[in-house]
């Protein structure tokens, strides 16, 4: 699988939208991008998944630039209860998941 | 839909025994499961992948003998920490997936410390 790259930490205000970014610059035109995230001491829980046209569902969008070679996770207005850790993963479906380090979300009141 | 639940949700148990962690799919069938190990302030390891009815797939690294997976059913994988020592403490965290899509959903995760 290809490797990503998360930064370590963000903070965001709450009710304001958290831009998560994710570079996977050696992606493969089959893989598609993932994005769990994982509340502390809880199992991780699915967010989003593209391949390369952005996507939106009922907790996030997911932008993907034209080359794949990084994406965006947006949460639009986040809230307390988002406080988390992000990971994005770069897979062909058929593959185990592969963890990285994420991204520790703080959201503030 | 696809809730996967694991029991015990924590165990504390003493060195040189074992323990059998239990994850189930409660409203579907999990054509694979998947085990995966997280200590304190890391990221989630995967363990194993199995498949019901066959023998389970161990990452580099996983004793497959202090390690038993079982995944008798289409709804129930057992993982057993044999022999445990404090060092095996740890989160265990199960998966599944449907086969209906490649999403892994997760169980809750259960805490183990060996005293």
């Known amino acids: 699988d290809a490797k990503t790259t998360q930064p370590p930490s963000m903070d965001c205000a709450e009710g304001r939208a958290a831009n998560l970014p994710c570079n996977h610059s050696?992606?493969?035109?089959?893989?598609?991008v993932y994005w769990y995230r994982q509340i502390h001491s809880q199992g991780p829980q699915y967010i989003i998944h593209?391949?390369?046209n952005n996507e939106t569902n009922e907790m996030a969008s997911l932008i993907i630039t034209e080359d794949r070679k990084s994406s965006t996770l947006i949460l639009p207005h986040a809230t307390l209860r988002d406080t988390a850790v992000y990971y994005c993963?770069?897979?062909?479906?058929?593959?185990?998941?592969?963890f990285g380090t994420g991204t520790r979300l703080q959201v503030f009141p | 839909g696809a809730v996967v639940s694991q029991h015990p949700s924590r165990v504390i148990c003493k060195s040189g025994t074992s323990v059998k962690i239990e994850c189930r799919s409660l409203?579907?069938?999990?054509?694979?499961m998947f085990w995966y190990r997280q200590f304190p302030k890391q990221s989630l390891m995967l363990m194993a992948t199995s498949n019901e009815g066959s023998k389970a797939t161990y990452e580099q690294g996983v004793e497959k003998d202090k390690f038993l997976i079982n995944h008798a059913s289409l709804t129930l994988s057992t993982l057993t920490v044999t022999s445990a020592h404090p060092e095996d403490s740890s989160f265990y965290i199960c998966?599944?997936?449907?086969?209906?899509?490649?999403?892994?959903?997760f169980g809750p995760g259960t805490r183990l410390t060996v005293t």
């Open positions: 050696t992606i493969s035109g089959n893989e598609y």
């Open positions: 409203d579907f069938q999990a054509t694979t």
């Open positions: 993963i770069v897979r062909v479906n058929t593959d185990k998941l592969i």
């Open positions: 998966s599944a997936t449907t086969g209906l899509s490649y999403e892994q959903y």
């Open positions: 593209g391949l390369k």
